[in-house]
Every structure is written in C-alpha cells, then in structure tokens.
C-alpha cells in the first residue's frame, strides 16, 4: 500500500473532514494509475519489445545482397541469389517513382511518426468485426511498419506481431531519417518474380532501371508490394489495369501528376515483358565451379557469416574469358554430337503429362539443350506427317516427319514413328521449322589455362551443365593413357638421358610375382622398330619404349616427378608409366602449363580476387607483394610488377627439353592435325585401354588446354577410337578460334640450353648440313642441357643418302606416319 504524506486538516468539522477524505483518496488512486502503468509498460516489454533490435542496430542493418561475379574483362557475367536484389541509394530513385509508392501504400509518410492513428484504428475495427469467418483483415501498416515488418518481425498474421511492428516503427522513426526508410523500403520490398527491392523488379517486370521506367509503369510497381500474385499480366491483366489506374488517379489527388499525364497513362498498356525470358548458360560449369568454391570459403546464408555467398553482396572478379568459353563449349559439344552422330536418335529424354501444365512440368526437367537454337520440347499430338510440339514458354510447334528421318539407335526404323504425346524431345530450329536431335551420351570435360598465371580462362564439365550438374574437368577420375608419358621422360631426363638417348622398341615383359606370374608389354600396333631416339618415342607415342624408360630408371622417380607436378599420388609400378593412374583434366591441364612455364608451380585459379559489398578486398589469389604497385604518381621507371617466386617443380630445361620435343608431335607426330595452326604448338595425345577415353592436352606459350572424351560408366568407345583422331581435331576446332588473333609466340628456352643440330634418326650430331624447313627434315635442332651432347656425329653424305631413300619423299601425312611404324 502506497503511504501518503500527512496532511494538515486546518478545516474541523464534518464539512473539512470530507474534504480530507477526498484528498487522500485522489493520492492514492494516482499511485495506483502509477503503477498500474509502469507494470503495463514492463508487461507490454516482456510480451512485445524484448528481442527488438535497438537503433544501432537498425542504423547498422545491411540487407541480403546477391553475389557479382565479372570476367577477366570487368564485365558482369553471372550473379549467385536467392533473393534478386540491386541496392540503390535514396538520391538514385526517381523522384516520380517515390511519389507513385507513397500514394499507394502511405500518403502521409513524411508527417506520421511511424504510425497512422486513423488507419490502425481502422484495421484493428476490421480485425475485430473479422474474427472467426476465416478472412484476413486488411494490414493498416505505414511505410515505416513494412520495413519494420520485411527487416525484422516477420509476416506472421497476429495482434502480438501488429503491437511488435508498432514499437519497432516508434524506434525506426527516431533512429533513421525519412530518407533512410524509404530506401530501405524501396531496396526491400518483394515485388514478384523472385525480385527484392525495386531495381530488381524495374529489371524483372520490364527490362529496364528505375531511370528508365515510364509513368505507366512506376505506377504498376507501385501496386505489388500488397500482393504481386494479385496482379500479374498472365491471368490478372485487368485486376493489374484497374489498380494501376487507382495509383495514378492517387498521384493526381496528391499534386504529383497533372491530369493530362495521368489520362496519357491510364490508356497506356501494362507493357510487361514475358516471364519466361531465355535461361542465359554463360560459363555454366565455370560459374558452378565458382559457386562451389565461394560457398566453401564463405558460406552459403547470413548465419555462416557476413560474406556468405546469398546474402554478403560480394564482388568477385574472375578468370573468365568469354570469348575462349565460348570456343571450348563449341568445339567439345561438336565433338561429342559428331562421335554419335551416326549412332542414329537416342529416344526420349522423359515424359509428361499433357495437362493445363505442361509448360511448367517441361521446365521443371531442366533440360540441358547446349545450342542456342536446340530447345526441349514435349510431344502434344502426333499424326502420320507432322507432330504437334510444345516449349517452356507455352509455345507450340511443328516437327515434320521429314525433320526426323534418323534411326533410333539399337532398334532401327524411323525415328518420327516412335514418337507419343508427353515424349521430352530436343529439337534444333530450321526456318519456320523443326527437326530431331539427340543429347549425346559419350561426355567429356575440357580446361584451358594461362601457362604463365595459373588462371583458368576456361571450363567446360559435359554438353550442358543445365543437364547434368557433375563437372568432368573437375571432378572426373579418368586414366590419361599416353598423355602420361611426357611425366616419365621429364623424369628421364632429369636422371641423365637427353632427347637424343637411343631406346629399343623392342618386347618387355617383367616379372610381377609367383601369383601374377610374368607382366609382357607391347605397342598399339604390335609391331617393334628397334633402336629409336627418345623424341621419335613420343612423337610415335610407343609404349615399349615409355615402359623400358621407367624401369631404366625407375618407377619411383616417375611417380615423384607426377606427384611434384599435381598429377597424382601412385604407386610405382610399371602399368602407371603408360597412363593406369587416374586423374583430372584440371590436373593434367595445369601440370602441362608447368612444361610451358619452365618448371615453375601452378596453381590453377578461377577467382582472382573477391571484394565484400564495401568493396574493401578480403581474398586474393595472388599474395605477391609488389613494390611501388600503389604509388601516388609514376616515377618514371619501368612499370612495378610482383616478383616471381614460384617453386621449382622440375628442372628449366628439362622442362623446356620435354615442350620441345612434344612440338615434334604436333609437327610430325600423333597431333599433325594441329600443324596448320600457324603457331608454335606443342602437346601429347593420349588413350587408355579399351579405348574408354581419348585425350590430348597442350597448347601455345600463351595458351594451354586440354580434353577428354569417354562414357561417364567407363566402357569402350570402339577400336577405332584414338586421341589422334577424335580429341586432337576438337583441340584444333577450339584454337582455330580462340588464338585466332593472338599474337604468335615462340617457346623461350631457359638460360644454358644448347641447341644442337642433330640427325632426327640416330640422333647423332650433324656438322655442314642444316635443317631443310620441311617437318620431315632428316637435320633438325635438338635442345640438351650443358656437355651433355651428342659425342657421335653422322657424315654428310650418309644422311644425304638417307634422305634420298626416307619418308621426306612421302607425298602425305598417311604416307610418312606409315612408314614410321604407325602411330598411337
């Protein structure tokens, strides 16, 4: 009980007793409105204010923001979102675009103090007169409660929620000015089509940013944010006019349009482009890749950390060279639908039902077409010339029966004839009409690399990464076959022999264990041609002469040279020398680049740097330190450039000895394909037994790439299979465009190489002749490191007479290949 001051009764008698009375019980009910009202206040805390945010906190608040990915150029290629969201400052919104929003949702913004008495006296009558008949009162929320409710309370449809959006909007009103809200409402607000904010829905609804948009259409804007579902193009067009035209009639009440400009945008149309717009593939499987590695870095939501891949708005600069994807895409999927092409129609790839949604249940298969002009399409009717079809976007088409005259593989027969409604098909566009194709199922995986860098410009995991998520340049385990042997010479020649070293092919057996008895190992052709140079060894790709090699020298020091150059940890045993281990294009690829960087390490990036939404960097690829890089003006010098510290993996000329001699099979080996090219090229085909994969990696000094092609359950692609034949001319399809404007760039040899003319036979040294130019020269310029050339040398007239008789008279490749035993 409240104690009350004493108070001095100067009245005696009953009148002044009465009024002592009355004066003590107006103390004490004060004191219970008191305290009534602070355990209201602290009841209504405990209920609704606890867990609020405080106004450092509000001041603090960053929305989700998507990841930016850009190229190698700067230009942006891609963007990681779950919420599609491009935050804008206030100054950046057109002035008419925030009068339209205040019209629709809250005329009397910029005067309430975060809430409207008049309509959240009107809302809480609705809500009383609507309880228990199941329908939802209207929200009476001001710009200020919205934001409060999008950023922090949630949408759950309550009193208690109403109270707690009521106070935030109290704390946000004192903590922000006008303009902070409205752009935190105007950056926030769902819109509709996945779009966050109303830069993101200016660009989902019409293409355009909010400087662009027409009355008409910021006046549409303006009515989704209560409910974008009620408004759409597709099955509310009218609904979306009749509100659109409320808005407007609202900006004119409020002095912001006149009425001539709101009757020019009440007859204008809701101008909305399609919903289903072409799904962009650029770089699928080199994005994924990025993906895969920033959610491993940084996370994936708010609750993994400030930079996490949905939410943390960064900035990732990237190694991405679109017009090098574009050539890899090319060339691979070419190669894989030209291996099985006369394979004849592969069937369908799915069936549907042909419902009121077939459009959606079509898209929902995410199809992975690959071309530009190939589509998934589903069957709707068929009759005996011409089947009806349909696409994504609810569009229909006619496929001829003349348009899929192919066999069905295994089976035989007319393709069209095995057509039903609700068969998932892929068609190609040819004129007003369409025609049959086949997703292939041979796959393969392609990288491309700069030799110097380490940087991936390129990657490609399979035809269509919309089609099938697993990336084969990164993730496919694959034997190399003979792109292994140029591992096995490094190691050679770093024990002593030299390009020149004379090795028989000749047979080779070995004996493995009293269990596994003798081990004899032969060439593809199964012929033998005796004593051979090393180079002519792996311009033919013989693999006698790899195996002979390794066991000269030892397995041990072959797998050590593959462990030191990333290809992989094996054991050493001999079948490893011919390519048995497995490994990954990626691998390969950037193990090659190391011959084409003088023995120096690489590691293969695709992010170059990453910068968080401030745009302060917070990862790098390169931690050089570089002196003089930030100055404030130029000296005068040089330009400063990181110092190259890279380990030694392999010795510099070894590694140089080893690129010089894979030009010769580009020059006259397994890759001659590759010869017209106008460059200096070096590289090494490969296949593994079965055949279950074709490979060939190399490349230029600038540029190195690598590929291969096999079924993704290993199983033979045929005898006739080989890397010469199938991987080397989709190399060639791919650097006739991406080197096309490359300047051409000789190989360097490293300091202390000797080039000595030798004789290309016997590898004897040659004195008074010289290399002809021809490819086939019997005289040619052999790299050796320090004393260790050629002590033998070879008369003039021997190989003169020689040549007479040699394949330099042969008129064709075929000719000379022939006549060097074959090839592999």
Known sequence: ML?????HNPFPGWRAHARYLKQYRVWRWSGYVLWSAAAFMLLMWALFARGLPSADALLAYQPPLPTNVRGNDGEPIADFARERRVQLSYGEYPPMLINAFISAEDKTFFSHPGIDIGGLAG????????????????GGSTITQQVAKNLIVGDDYSIARKVREAILAFRIEDALTKHQILELYLNQIFLGRNAYGVQSASRAYFRKDVGDLTLPEIAYLAILPKAPSNYTVERHADRAIERRNYVLRQMQENGFITAAQREEASAAPLGIVPRYAPRPSVGGYFMEEVRRQLIERYGQTATDGPNAIYSGGLWVRTSYDGKVQDAAEGALRDGLVRFEAAAGW?????????????????SSMNIGAGYANWYPAVVLSRDGSAAEIGFENGSRGMLPSWGA??????????AFDFLKPGDVIVVRREGDAWQLRSIPNISGGMVVQNPHTGQVLAMQGGFDSRGSSFNR???????????FKPFVYAAALDNGMTPASIIIDGPFCVFQSARLGQKCFKNFSGANAGQQTMRWGVEQSRNLMTVRTASQIGMDKVVHTAKAMGVGDYPPYLAYSLGAGETTVLKMVNAYSMFANQGRALTPTLIDYVQDRNGKIIWRADKRPCEGCNMAKWDGRPMPRPRVRAKQVIDAMTAYQMLHIMEGVVERGTATVLRDLGRPMFGKTGTSSGPTNVWFVGGSADMVGGLYLGYD???SMGGYAQGGTIAAPIFHAFAAKAMKDMPVVPFQAPAGIRMIRIDRKTGRRVFGAWPDGSYYSPVIWEAFKPESEPRRTIRRDEIAKRAAQAPARATTDSEFLQSQDGIY
Do not use: E, F, H
């Open 405 to 414: 005259t192919q066999p069905k593989a295994g089976v035989g027969g007319r």
């Open 473 to 483: 340049a990164t993730q496919a385990q694959r034997q190399p076959g003979s792109t």
């Open 346 to 362: 592969r069937g369908r790839l799915g069936k549907i039902d042909i419902d009121d949604n077939w459009p959606r249940s079509l």
């Open 123 to 138: 809302a809480m009558w609705d809500y009383a007169t609507k309880v228990g008949s199941g329908r939802r009162a209207k």
């Open 3 to 7: 104690k009350l001051p004493a108070i």
């Open 713 to 715: 359950n290993p199983r």
